[in-house]
C-alpha cells in the first residue's frame, strides 16, 4: 500500500538555524499539508498546498515558514530561523482530492531546536 | 467557530471491559470524522472514519463510532479493551469546504490488568 514517507525521522538544531523537513506524499495525490505536534499537546495544522500555491494557512504558519513542491515528487517545509517553541513533531500529509477524501499521513519528523 | 472537543483526557479502565471516548464538534452543514490512535512516540494511525452513510462505522482492531448529527457527537467505542490498546485517541474533524483537519485535545486512554 503507497504512503507517505518523510525524512529525516529526527532533527537537532541550533537556535536561529535554518532546517527542511522533507516530504514524499503519494504519488497520484494532488494536495499537500503540514501539521505539527508539540510534545504532550494534539496536533495542530499549519498549511495545505496545490496545484503550487498555498490553499490555506494557520496562524501559526508565519513569515518564517515556507513549503514548496521543488519536484514532482518531494514537498519541502523550511523554518527560516528555528526557535525553541518550534521543536515538534511534524507530520506531512496527502489526499487525492479536498473534499472527502482522507488524509494520509506521515510518521513524522521531530524536530529539536536547542 | 470551528471546533472538537475531546472532553475526557485520560480514561482508565481495567482490561476486558468496554470503553467510551467521546467526541464533539461544532456545528456545521458538512463534515467529515476521523479517528487516531497514537501510540507513545510514533505517527497517527486511521482507526476509522466517517465519510458519508450509514452512521455506524467499524473500524481497525474492533473500534466502532457513531455519528449523531443531531448530538454534534462522533464518539469512540470498544466492547472488550486489550492492554494494547493503551495509547492517545485523538478525534478529527474534517469542515466541507476547509482544507485542513481539526484535532481534538486527545484523549489517553489506559488499560489497566
Known amino acids: 500500500e503507497p504512503e507517505v514517507t518523510q525524512t529525516p525521522s529526527h532533527q537537532v538544531t541550533q537556535m536561529g538555524q535554518e532546517v527542511i523537513l522533507r516530504c514524499v506524499p503519494i504519488?497520484?495525490?494532488?494536495?499537500f499539508y503540514w501539521y505539527r505536534q508539540i510534545l504532550g499537546q494534539k496536533v495542530e495544522f499549519l498549511v495545505s498546498?496545490?496545484?503550487?500555491?498555498?490553499?490555506?494557512k494557520s496562524e501559526i504558519f508565519d513569515d518564517q515558514f515556507s513549503v514548496e513542491r521543488p519536484d514532482g515528487s518531494n514537498f519541502t517545509l523550511k523554518i527560516r530561523s528555528t526557535k525553541l517553541e518550534d521543536s515538534a513533531m511534524y507530520f506531512c500529509?496527502?489526499?487525492?482530492?479536498?473534499?472527502?477524501?482522507?488524509?494520509?499521513f506521515g510518521p513524522g519528523t521531530r524536530l529539536t531546536v536547542t | 467557530a470551528q471546533s472538537v472537543t475531546q472532553l475526557d483526557s485520560q480514561v482508565p479502565v481495567f482490561e476486558e471491559a468496554p470503553v467510551e471516548l467521546r467526541c464533539n464538534y461544532s456545528?456545521?452543514?458538512?463534515?467529515?470524522l476521523f479517528w487516531y490512535v497514537q501510540y507513545p512516540n510514533q505517527g497517527l494511525q486511521l482507526l476509522l472514519k466517517?465519510?458519508?452513510?450509514?452512521?455506524l462505522v467499524k473500524g481497525i482492531n474492533g473500534f466502532e463510532a457513531e455519528f449523531n448529527k443531531s448530538q454534534t457527537s462522533f464518539h469512540l467505542r470498544k466492547p472488550s479493551v486489550h492492554i494494547s490498546d493503551t495509547a492517545e485517541y485523538f478525534c478529527?474533524?474534517?469542515?466541507?469546504?476547509?482544507?485542513?483537519?481539526?484535532f481534538g485535545t486527545g484523549t489517553r486512554l489506559k488499560v489497566l490488568a
Open positions: 500529509a496527502s489526499s487525492v482530492g479536498q473534499g472527502a477524501g482522507e488524509q494520509y
Open positions: 504519488s497520484n495525490h494532488l494536495y
Open positions: 498546498f496545490y496545484n503550487n500555491e498555498i490553499s490555506e
Open positions: 456545528s456545521s452543514v458538512s463534515v467529515y
Open positions: 466517517y465519510l458519508s452513510g450509514s452512521t
Open positions: 478529527a474533524v474534517h469542515y466541507s469546504g476547509t482544507y485542513k483537519y481539526i
